[in-house]
């Protein structure tokens, strides 16, 4: 089974994505934009004059369509006369997609215990705390997509929960089979620890930690799958009628 790390700073996602121009390229209702924490990424073609630009503000996209003589921006949604949306699907293109896409790097790149075939058609991430009984519970409910081989679970571990959750997180990643004393810890028996652990298991634990955090979850366990190619979020225990949507597809 393997086992990943991190070993390089992670940044938030939404401050990190690159604009194509730098401010002095926008028209200036957008650079007035910028300061007030606007992220420009990038133009694109809109009607009656307008030109529109994808921006994101605090991991959120939006739009701003700004006038022919570049004068004013307008900030939010178009609609033609028919009610149709002529933002979202722009936005998803320019902004939410390849910053999703970024994001599942960020998570593969980090500190995670494979539960399942590595060849398994379906990959779900999720931050995992050793004391966490929804956790367990999860654990309990993927179990058939899992041992089917259809679902490899990669078990982001942190340990937030209580005091003695990082020793168990550093031992669970520094075992010689992290897999299967993950899986022996979720049937239920105890942890073998440690007193010290290399430094580089305690730096991917961190890092596991600042990505949570970047993310603005604060619950476990929280999941990150995809739906139809989106990248999509559930913190907690699924319910049953959202649990087939998150492993891909009804129990085998």
């Known amino acids: 089974m393997k086992q990943h790390f ?10 990190a994505w690159p604009s194509l121009a730098t401010a002095e390229d926008w028209p ?11 992220t420009i990424h990038e133009r694109f073609e809109a009607p009656a ?20 003589d570049e004068k004013y921006a307008l900030v939010g949604t178009l609609v033609d006369a028919q009610g149709n949306d002529l933002t979202s699907d722009r936005l998803y293109e320019l902004v939410k997609k ?4 970024e994001l599942w790097e960020s998570l593969a790149d980090s500190a995670w215990i494979a539960d399942g075939d590595d060849d398994a058609e379906r990959v779900i ?6 004391n966490c009984p929804y956790c367990k519970k999860f654990w309990d409910q993927t179990r058939p997509w899992v ?20 020793i168990k997180a550093l031992s669970l990643l520094a075992a010689d089979d992290p897999a299967e004393a993950l899986a022996d810890h979720q049937r239920g028996n105890e942890i ?41 979020v559930m913190q907690g225990v699924p319910p049953a009628d959202k649990l087939e949507t998150i492993m891909g597809s009804p129990a085998p």
């Open 6 to 15: 991190l070993y390089r700073p992670l940044v938030l996602l939404a401050a």
């Open 28 to 38: 200036a209702p957008l650079q007035a934009l910028e300061i007030q924490g606007l």
């Open 49 to 68: 004059g307008l030109t529109g630009y994808a921006a994101s503000v605090q991991g959120r996209e939006l739009a701003a369509y700004v006038t022919q």
């Open 98 to 101: 390849p910053q999703d896409a």
């Open 125 to 130: 991430y999720t931050f995992t705390d050793p």
């Open 147 to 166: 041992e089917a081989g259809k679902v490899q679970m990669r078990h982001i571990m942190v340990g937030i929960l209580k005091q003695d959750s990082p």
């Open 192 to 232: 073998s620890t440690f007193k010290k652990y290399p430094r580089d298991y305690e730096d991917a634990l961190a890092e596991n930690h600042q990505l949570m955090q970047s993310l603005g979850l604060g619950a476990t366990p929280s999941t990150l799958y995809r739906d139809d190619g989106k990248l999509s």
